[in-house]
């Protein structure tokens, strides 16, 4: 994926980064700051940084007033906003070592608070496994020096969270992100889900943990899915799909019930191919020569819906929207900030909290009622933000290494528009000279692929979000891929 192509105005862009967010989104405990090593780690002193927030969003939640709500979790969570620092932890002899010899795998770990016991016990579970698993003489571990190399914390608090118990509540980030910190992990406490055994019944059969030094090669960490696993999509699935739907909108017809958890939407066609007989040929070369579908939805959500998702957003944070970057030696990709795209997204996760929450539930929900493509095949919401000034240059949201990667690639995109804007914004898909306008409630629906072939890239929806020039602009991705994008994403794997 090109990323440099973005600086240029009329340059194609690269998709946008995936909901799994390495690097700043989900984990981001708290604050960064290099240790001084010397003065930190040393007996008898206190580390000046100690005292921490674990979530970026304390700040945000003390202001809202959550110390005084919500202190049994704010005060120890939340420590450094709500000023409830606990006393300092004086280290022992055996503590300072134990910080230095860990700081040999990765970053030098920081050990304050109410966890320190446990973190401490993290540590010592680390450098046992590190020595005598990782690097003993007789290590049955094969992996390249250079995976090898990558096994390695990269974040100050990696003891701390595998205290937490982050390695089992979020293993995608930590597999990758702090390894040595969670040494192995048994498979049974990851996959709490019997449907999601599929995905690894080659690692059941040969060994029940992971071995986290191990899964940082994606080989190991994302077996390919098995045959039987059913796609959202299969070949012609996309034109009847699309047919159906312009069929079953309540809105366009008052025969139609409303059904359960929908709102009264209507459908209006802006695209799409002539209607195929039972026996045509499904092929690339028939799917080329006819447009196609592009759809918007009216009252797709209540005004009320669209209040609490951008509501979700703010509490979730909206931070500057990233672009795919490299990919990286344990298969993930960077994400990074490009000139192609200027807005500011919040991710509606389950880390953040947001992904269960009523509201988004429901409209994940109604997405797979009217797509018929399970909601365990969307990523988050991605919600969005747009300033006078801001867009996204013309792009394609299909990601090309995701093809062959256990998530499939993006097929659909479920774009929500949350408020009215004053002037500027319009999705804009230059190859087809449709321009869709906010709309409050509104939906658009669009392929990234095609009928004949749910792999293959449909290069004809490229698409831009234009320059918003009055108001702000709130929408919503919902990005559907072709299997299972949450068991996937869990594991590290899209
Ligand atoms: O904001 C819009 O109208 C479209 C955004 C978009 O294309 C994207 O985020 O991938
Ligand atoms: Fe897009």
Redesign the pocket.
């Known amino acids: 994926v090109n990323v440099e192509e973005c600086t240029s105005q009329d340059g194609e862009c690269s998709a946008?980064v995936a909901a799994v967010d390495f690097d700043d989104g989900d984990q981001d405990y708290g604050e960064e700051e290099d240790q001084e090593e010397e003065e930190s780690i040393s007996p008898g002193t206190n580390d000046e940084e100690g005292c921490i927030d674990t979530d970026e969003r304390c700040s945000y939640w003390a202001e809202s007033g959550e110390c005084d709500n919500n202190p049994n979790y704010m005060h120890i969570y939340c420590a450094l906003s709500c000023d409830t620092c606990p006393e300092r932890h004086v280290k022992t002899e055996e503590e300072v070592q134990l910080l230095r010899e860990v700081a040999q795998y990765g970053e030098a770990q920081k050990v304050e608070g109410a966890e320190s016991a446990n973190t401490f016990e993290v540590i010592r579970k680390t450098l046992d496994y590190m020595q005598n698993v990782v690097y003993a003489e007789d290590s049955t571990i094969n992996l390249s020096p250079e995976i090898l190399g990558e096994c390695v914390n990269r974040e100050s608090l990696c003891a701390f969270w595998a205290a937490i118990g982050e390695c089992q509540a979020n293993p995608g980030y930590m597999k990758l992100k702090c390894a040595p910190s969670c040494q192995t992990v048994k498979l049974h406490d990851l996959i709490q889900n019997p449907l999601r055994f599929h995905y690894y019944d080659a690692l059941i059969q040969s060994n029940l943990f992971f071995r986290q030094c191990e899964m940082i090669d994606i080989n190991n960490r994302c077996p390919p899915l098995s045959d039987d696993v059913e796609p959202g999509l299969l070949p012609g699935g996309l034109n009847a799909m699309f047919e159906r739907i312009v069929a079953t909108a309540p809105g366009n017809n008052t025969q139609i019930e409303v059904a359960e958890g929908m709102t009264n939407y209507s459908v209006v066609v802006h695209s799409r191919p002539a209607p195929v007989e039972g026996d045509a040929v499904i092929s690339k070369e028939v799917d080329l020569e006819q447009p196609p579908w592009l759809i918007t939805f009216n009252n797709f959500l209540t005004d009320e819906e669209c209040e609490t998702m951008i509501s979700l957003g703010h509490e979730s944070v909206y931070e500057r929207s990233k672009d795919v970057g490299a990919l990286q030696a344990d298969g993930s990709y960077d994400s990074v900030e490009s000139n192609g795209r200027t807005s500011e997204n919040a991710w509606c996760s389950h880390q953040k909290k947001c992904r269960n929450q009523d509201v988004p539930k429901r409209i994940h929900e109604r997405i797979e009622l009217v797509t018929g493509i399970k909601a365990n095949h969307s990523e988050d919401f991605?919600i969005?933000k747009?300033e006078p000034g801001q867009f996204?240059r013309k792009?394609h949201?299909y990601i090309e290494l995701q093809a062959d990667r256990q998530c499939g690639p993006r097929i659909l995109?479920f774009?929500l528009y949350l408020n009215d804007v004053e002037e500027g914004?319009a999705?804009n898909f230059p190859l087809l000279d449709i321009a869709v306008k906010p709309k409050k409630g509104q939906a658009v629906l669009w392929p990234s692929v095609l009928n004949s072939d749910p792999k293959s890239k449909d290069y004809r929806t490229d698409?831009e979000?234009q320059d918003v020039i009055k108001g702000i602009?709130f929408?919503a991705?919902a990005w559907l891929h072709l299997y299972d994008y949450m068991a996937a994403s869990e594991m590290g794997c899209t």
Do not use: I
């Open positions: 946008n991605q969005l747009y996204y792009h949201d995109t774009f914004g999705t698409h979000a602009k929408g991705n």
